[in-house]
Antibody, heavy 118, light 107 residues
Framework: EVQLVESGGGLVQPGGSLRLSCAAS????????MSWVRQAPGKGLEWVSV???????YHADSVKGRFTISGDNSKNTLYLQMNSLRAEDTAVYYCARSPGAIGYMDVWGKGTTVTVSS | DIQMSQSPSSLSASVGDRVTITCRAS??????LNWYQQKPGKPPKLLIYAASSLLSGVPSRFSGSGSGTDFTLTISSLQPEDFATYYCQQSYSTPWTFGQGTKVEIK
């Protein structure tokens, strides 16, 4: 069964850091395009970051310079390192798989919640 | 960045109705347009990819059309399980972007 399981969310103070993990089973992280998408409470979906199968990474302007996406092939796990967190980063963070360059996201995790508050 | 605009933002419909949701891109995105359904507390679910390709397992009452800047998601006969929020997403260029969503509610 293809599955993505996020972890690492929690409560963090403004300016703090957090690392989210997304453990994959039934698919290989390094062979796919892997993304993070977030959803603030009561709001719509916001794409955050993607790592291509070749290793290139891209980030939304709202997180550029603060968030870093990466993958660990040995653990088949996707990460999102989040630094300098702000209240507006409060959201449910989903990881998702795109099987290729067409860019649709066909496998999603259930999400992990990040709350940035003092 | 490519902006995606959906209309309407919400709609009320009855079971059996034909429902159409529109998505417009701020520049041409060819057919790099995907549609998702999301229910409260759940992750999004892919319905349509590449503008008109139905994902395997998705009911045939869902269909997508369009290219360039204007796209449509159609539900031919609304079912009780279709009441949800629908999002379009462009994957033509990064940053990938979503529309603001269309909430389909029971009339």
């Amino acid at each position: 069964e293809v599955q993505l399981v996020e972890s690492g969310g929690g409560l963090v103070q403004p300016g703090g850091s957090l690392r989210l993990s997304c453990a994959a089973s039934g698919l290989t992280v390094r062979s796919n395009y892997m993304s993070w998408v977030r959803q603030a409470p009561g709001k719509g979906l916001e794409w955050v970051s993607v790592i291509y199968s070749g290793g290139s990474t891209y980030h939304a302007d709202s997180v550029k310079g603060r968030f870093t996406i990466s993958g660990d092939n040995s653990k088949n796990t996707l990460y999102l390192q989040m630094n300098s967190l702000r209240a507006e980063d409060t959201a449910v963070y989903y990881c998702a798989r795109s099987p290729g360059a067409i860019g649709y996201m066909d496998v999603w995790g259930k999400g992990t919640t990040v709350t940035v508050s003092s | 960045d490519i902006q995606m605009s959906q209309s309407p933002s919400s709609l009320s419909a009855s079971v059996g109705d034909r429902v159409t949701i529109t998505c417009r891109a701020s520049q041409s995105i060819s057919t790099y347009l995907n549609w998702y359904q999301q229910k409260p507390g759940k992750p999004p679910k892919l319905l349509i990819y590449a503008a008109s390709s139905l994902l395997s397992g998705v009911p045939s009452r869902f269909s997508g059309s369009g290219s360039g800047t204007d796209f449509t998601l159609t539900i031919s006969s609304l079912q009780p399980e279709d009441f949800a929020t629908y999002y379009c997403q462009q994957s033509y260029s990064t940053p990938w972007t979503f529309g603001q969503g269309t909430k389909v509610e029971i009339k």
